[in-house]
T-cell receptor, first 113, second 115 residues
Framework: EADIYQTPRYLVIGTGKKITLECSQT?????MYWYQQDPGMELHLIHY???????EKGDLSSESTVSRIRTEHFPLTLESARPSHTSQYLC????????????FGSGTRLTVV | GESVGLHLPTLSVQEGDNSIINCAYS??????FIWYKQESGKGPQFIID?????DKRQGQRVTVLLNKTVKHLSLQIAATQPGDSAVYFC??????????????FGTGTLLAVQP
């Protein structure tokens, strides 16, 4: 069954460390997204991509960066983690045309100590 | 900017009762709406969608109603079960034009089903 995968599920890391959150999807979706979500709160779009070599910043300013070298892979990187980056990060994908809904991954719960 | 908001942050219902979760959207040009369910520790899951040219759409135990006059969206869950306990998000698609497809999500409503 096609799906979208995020790793790791949980990550506790020290301040100043560089981290990469992985996101891969097997559905051939051209569009991918990263959302930041605090517990019980709304989803904030931080990055999106409409295809290979296309990346844009989202509505919420973020110190993270993303890359889209392959259709199926959309990693998010924090060069120097800070406690303010503690949050849940959700990856999603969608396909152009037709159904506009997103398929979400299970998320990465990041804690920076 | 434009946003989607929910009327009630928490809804508590008895098992077996019907649940109604409401959502107000602000963009009259939005042409597509979705309800997502997010269980604890998981990503949001698609429940049901509706296009702006429809007023009602039914799924299995769920119904979405769209009232474009007052820009209101609701999700009705029949015979609510403990497994329905989750945070529910509505989302709207504003047709920015071209191939853009961004959804605007509102603040979630926590549905708590009491046994």
């Amino acid at each position: 069954e096609a799906d979208i995968y995020q790793t790791p599920r949980y990550l506790v890391i020290g301040t100043g460390k560089k981290i990469t959150l992985e996101c891969s999807q097997t559905m051939g979706h051209d569009k991918m997204y990263w959302y930041q979500q605090d517990p019980g709160m709304e989803l904030h779009l931080i990055h999106y991509s409409y295809g290979v070599n296309s990346t844009e910043k989202g509505d919420l300013s973020s110190e993270s960066t993303v890359s889209r070298i392959r259709t199926e892979h959309f990693p998010l990187t924090l060069e120097s983690a800070r406690p303010s980056h503690t949050s849940q990060y959700l990856c999603a994908s969608s396909v152009s045309g037709g159904h506009y809904g997103y398929t979400f991954g299970s998320g990465t719960r990041l804690t920076v100590v | 900017g434009e946003s989607v908001g929910l009327h009630l942050p928490t809804l508590s219902v008895q098992e077996g009762d019907n649940s109604i979760i409401n959502c107000a959207y602000s963009n009259s040009a939005s042409d597509y709406f979705i309800w997502y369910k997010q269980e604890s520790g998981k990503g949001p899951q698609f429940i049901i969608d509706i296009r702006s040219n429809m007023d009602k759409r039914q799924g299995q135990r769920v119904t979405v109603l769209l009232n474009k006059t007052v820009k209101h969206l609701s999700l009705q869950i029949a015979a609510t079960q403990p497994g329905d306990s989750a945070v529910y998000f509505c989302a709207e698609r504003f047709p920015y034009g071209g191939a853009t497809n961004k959804l605007i999500f509102g603040t979630g409503t926590l549905l708590a089903v009491q046994p």
